[in-house]
């Protein structure tokens, strides 16, 4: 059924918040309320993606769309830390393109096998501990814990294949596939057998073979959404070769030269990149000819015209399909590795947009400053350096941080703790 296949989702992740820190005295001769003592409060989980090559497809987010990780524990007396929140692994199939969803920029490609953090956990609160100062020995406040990253991706499995069969629904692509490796694909003889992508292995020789995959039959108009080709088209971004399969028999009444333009028109439709493609032409079901080969002669001149290797076979009678590949196994041999996707998602620059979520909390003459916008914001700025420290302070300015904290009651010479930077307010 084409249910049992998904290869693009939107899902929610949302990382752990962290723990606050606690408020605690230990009792000890001499000093004031027994001295500070408050621990830190755990770092929220993280939300990380791991490759699992047990999976084919997106089936397992259907029905589940957020995902999120355990909170940071909160700090304890003794100077004791809270225990950091369990990092929330979700699993994805190999080849899986990570998009962040209000961009569409690509975030990370899962294709090296390796874990990624789409989102972190919050940072624990301070505990009392930080705050104590010769003047301030009894510091009665704590640090909350900050809010982990959330964020809506999209998935997108694009299949990690060598070589990518291309062509009209029922020109024999499955067929192929069956007969020289050891997938089992759906074969019948109407449009559309084919509903998901199937891969296969083609074992050449001993140390050479490569993964084919039998891409879903595209029609004309599949690029702008029409019929299955469009949903699968993605598919093919990361082979190496296309072998463009083309029925020359006649059987259905097409004509293999109409055939091949059209499929190449939607390639580039689809993508001016995949239509640069290096491409094999093969002529499919040549044993149905007999006598009349008008048919192959016209699509043999028309595309060895055109700059394309042609070849002929029959993959239902296992007509010259070996040779085909070994020509395939010798041309992938000089081509570049299956295709990776660079990232090019750019977090949102620290502007003023976002500032209205920074949180001010006042204990007395110390002030705490938290935010995702104020914690991108430190990221960018060089504190040893002038011009630096002016950026910052426009930054602060046009964000009306400084204004806010100034209706709230800040002096000079106060405490202002802005992420882990601690500073003493100067109007």
């Given at each position: 059924m084409?249910?049992?296949f998904?290869?693009?989702?939107t899902?929610?992740v949302t990382a752990g918040?962290?723990?606050?820190g606690a408020?605690a005295?230990?009792r000890?001769k001499?000093?004031?309320a027994?001295?500070p003592d408050g621990?830190?409060?755990?770092?929220g989980?993280?939300?990380?993606?791991?490759?699992?090559d047990n999976?084919?497809?997106?089936?397992?987010?259907r029905?589940k769309?957020k995902y999120?990780?355990?909170?940071?524990?909160?700090?304890?007396?003794?100077?004791?830390?809270?225990r950091?929140g369990?990092?929330?692994?979700?699993r994805v199939?190999r080849?899986?393109?990570i998009?962040?969803?209000?961009?569409?920029?690509?975030?990370?490609?899962?294709?090296?096998?390796?874990d990624?953090?789409?989102?972190k956990?919050?940072?624990?609160?301070?505990?009392?501990?930080h705050?104590a100062t010769p003047?301030?020995?009894v510091p009665r406040f704590?640090?909350?814990?900050?809010?982990?990253?959330s964020?809506?991706?999209?998935l997108?499995?694009?299949?990690?294949?060598d070589v990518?069969?291309?062509?009209?629904p029922?020109?024999g692509?499955s067929t192929?596939?069956s007969?020289?490796?050891?997938?089992?694909?759906?074969i019948?003889?109407?449009h559309?057998?084919?509903l998901?992508?199937n891969?296969?292995v083609?074992y050449?020789?001993?140390?050479?073979s490569f993964?084919?995959?039998d891409?879903?039959?595209?029609?004309?108009g599949a690029?702008?959404g029409?019929?299955?080709?469009?949903d699968?088209l993605?598919?093919?971004?990361?082979?190496?070769?296309l072998?463009h399969?083309v029925d020359?028999s006649g059987?259905?009444?097409?004509?293999?030269?109409?055939?091949f333009d059209?499929?190449?028109?939607?390639?580039?439709?689809y993508s001016?990149?995949l239509?640069d493609r290096p491409?094999?032409?093969?002529?499919?079901?040549c044993?149905?000819?007999g006598?009349?080969?008008?048919?192959?002669d016209?699509?043999r001149?028309?595309?060895?015209a055109l700059?394309?290797?042609?070849?002929e076979?029959?993959?239902?009678?296992?007509?010259g399909?070996q040779e085909?590949?070994?020509?395939t196994?010798?041309?992938l041999?000089?081509l570049?590795?299956?295709?990776?996707?660079?990232?090019?998602?750019?977090p949102p620059?620290p502007d003023?947009?976002?500032?209205?979520?920074?949180?001010i909390h006042q204990f007395g003459?110390?002030?705490?400053?938290?935010?995702?916008?104020?914690d991108?914001l430190?990221?960018?700025v060089?504190f040893?350096?002038?011009?630096?420290r002016?950026?910052?302070?426009?930054?602060?300015r046009?964000?009306h941080?400084?204004?806010?904290?100034?209706?709230?009651?800040?002096?000079d010479g106060?405490?202002?703790c802005?992420?882990?930077?601690?500073f003493?307010?100067?109007?």
């Amino acid at each position: 059924m084409a249910s049992s296949f998904v290869d693009k989702v939107t899902i929610t992740v949302t990382a752990g918040k962290g723990g606050n820190g606690a408020v605690a005295f230990h009792r000890e001769k001499y000093v004031a309320a027994g001295g500070p003592d408050g621990g830190d409060g755990g770092k929220g989980g993280d939300v990380v993606f791991r490759v699992d090559d047990n999976m084919s497809t997106l089936m397992d987010f259907r029905y589940k769309r957020k995902y999120v990780a355990a909170n940071g524990a909160d700090g304890q007396g003794k100077r004791c830390a809270g225990r950091g929140g369990e990092t929330l692994i979700v699993r994805v199939p190999r080849g899986t393109v990570i998009r962040d969803k209000e961009s569409g920029a690509v975030m990370h490609d899962m294709s090296d096998g390796k874990d990624w953090v789409v989102a972190k956990g919050g940072r624990g609160g301070w505990g009392n501990k930080h705050f104590a100062t010769p003047t301030r020995q009894v510091p009665r406040f704590a640090k909350p814990g900050l809010p982990g990253e959330s964020r809506e991706v999209i998935l997108e499995l694009k299949l990690l294949a060598d070589v990518g069969l291309v062509g009209f629904p029922n020109v024999g692509k499955s067929t192929l596939l069956s007969v020289v490796t050891n997938a089992h694909p759906k074969i019948a003889n109407y449009h559309f057998t084919t509903l998901y992508p199937n891969l296969g292995v083609v074992y050449v020789t001993e140390g050479v073979s490569f993964v084919m995959a039998d891409i879903p039959g595209i029609i004309e108009g599949a690029s702008g959404g029409a019929g299955l080709g469009h949903d699968f088209l993605r598919h093919i971004d990361r082979c190496r070769l296309l072998l463009h399969i083309v029925d020359v028999s006649g059987s259905e009444g097409r004509d293999p030269v109409e055939d091949f333009d059209a499929i190449n028109e939607e390639l580039r439709q689809y993508s001016d990149f995949l239509a640069d493609r290096p491409q094999i032409v093969v002529a499919n079901k040549c044993d149905l000819l007999g006598d009349d080969r008008e048919n192959l002669d016209r699509l043999r001149a028309h595309v060895e015209a055109l700059g394309y290797e042609f070849y002929e076979m029959s993959a239902a009678a296992h007509q010259g399909t070996q040779e085909l590949m070994r020509v395939t196994a010798g041309k992938l041999a000089n081509l570049p590795p299956v295709i990776t996707f660079e990232p090019d998602y750019v977090p949102p620059a620290p502007d003023a947009v976002g500032a209205e979520d920074v949180i001010i909390h006042q204990f007395g003459d110390v002030w705490t400053v938290d935010g995702a916008w104020i914690d991108r914001l430190v990221e960018t700025v060089n504190f040893s350096d002038y011009e630096s420290r002016i950026y910052f302070d426009r930054m602060m300015r046009e964000a009306h941080i400084f204004e806010r904290m100034e209706e709230m009651g800040v002096k000079d010479g106060d405490t202002v703790c802005l992420g882990d930077l601690e500073f003493e307010y100067q109007h």
